[in-house]
């Protein structure tokens, strides 16, 4: 158990819907970011939050989004779904470099399927 | 831009044999690291083992083993006694402590190890 979890385990729901999906970080860690694994694209970086604030933005799409707050947790929102969404995804949280958290701990992910 | 390549999409090792699962990066900065993870079937993505690019040894951890080579670029995944339970995808991915430090990870397409008994 990484200590990263993320809810739901699976979600399916049909195009045009919007879904979140929540992700709560290890304890202490500040950074959470976000990964889809999609057959065609591999794993792919998608967004990143630091304490708060968004740090560092991927292969995000306009359709999604996503925020971080006071409590830490994350929740990445994703709208007018399309079939080419269903994926994997993933939260991973980290510590900042400087307390020695160089791992990102990954959650069991979340599996999202549009129908 | 940062790439990671994994030439191999499937591998097969016998049971208690070891196997190296290959891992080859591009990056302009001289701060960086790399790292492994394994996804079993069920899905979740676990930390295995962890290179700076400014570590003089090689890491292990356990069975684990990262070959490091910096001129070459690479950084080959050493599995010995190799295990029922490693089957597996492996994942290599790097992070940058350059300019942007974002902390995100560039994975590569992953291997598929199937350990034979």
């Known amino acids: 158990d990484s200590g990263v979890t993320q809810t739901p385990k699976h979600l399916i729901t049909a195009t045009g819907q919007r879904v979140t999906l929540r992700c709560s970080p290890r304890?202490?860690?500040?950074?959470v970011y976000w990964y889809q694994q999609s057959l065609d694209q591999g794993l792919q970086f998608l967004i990143q939050?630091?304490?708060?604030?968004?740090?560092a933005k991927g292969n995000i799409l306009e359709r999604f989004s996503a925020q971080q707050f006071p409590d830490l947790h994350s929740e990445l929102n994703l709208s007018s779904l399309e079939l080419g969404d269903s994926a994997l995804y993933f939260c991973?949280?980290?510590?900042?470099?400087?307390?020695?958290?160089?791992?990102?701990?990954f959650g069991p992910g979340t599996r999202l399927t549009v129908l | 831009a940062q790439k990671i390549t994994q030439t191999q999409p499937g591998m097969f090792v016998q049971e208690k044999e070891a196997v190296t699962l290959d891992c080859t990066y591009d990056t302009s900065d001289q701060s960086y690291g790399l790292f492994w993870y394994k996804q079993p079937s069920s899905g979740e993505m676990i930390f295995l083992i962890y290179?700076?690019?400014?570590?003089?040894q090689n890491a292990t951890e356990g069975r684990y083993s990262l070959n490091f080579q910096k001129a070459r670029k690479s950084a080959n995944l050493v599995i010995s006694a190799s295990q029922l339970g490693d089957s597996a995808m492996y994942f290599c991915?790097?992070?940058?402590?350059?300019?942007?430090?974002?902390?995100?990870?560039?994975f590569g397409q992953g291997t598929t190890l199937q350990v034979k008994p």
């Open positions: 991915a790097m992070r940058d402590y350059g300019s942007s430090n974002t902390g995100k990870l560039i």
């Open positions: 991973a949280s980290s510590a900042t470099p400087s307390s020695g958290g160089n791992e990102q701990f």
């Open positions: 290179q700076g690019s400014y570590d003089e």
């Open positions: 939050y630091y304490n708060g604030e968004e740090r």
């Open positions: 304890s202490g860690d500040l950074s």
